[in-house]
């Protein structure tokens, strides 16, 4: 097996969603073979600003669910989509 990299897109709830809480929060809520890679702030819409960040993790199967699914419970977190994958 090798290394995935996935790269996602995290909408907060509003503009005045705590974003540096969001991203302190990331290496909770991932699993513990992954880790974090760049992330970056980028403005989206009216004000909003959405979370570009690289999660690095081994290839297996139901990885990328997980990592989803625990960016998903994040708190002032509206919604996460999967923007790129791809083996390293």
Known sequence: ???????YRIMPES???DIENIISK???VIPDDATIGAHEVKPFAFGLN?????ILGIDRDGFA???E???NGLPEVQSVNLEAQSLI
């Open 1 to 7: 097996m090798g290394e995935v990299a996935l790269k």
């Open 15 to 17: 503009p005045d969603s």
């Open 26 to 28: 990331l290496s909770e």
């Open 50 to 54: 959405a979370i570009m960040v690289a």
């Open 65 to 67: 669910t997980e990592v």
């Open 69 to 71: 699914e625990g960016l």
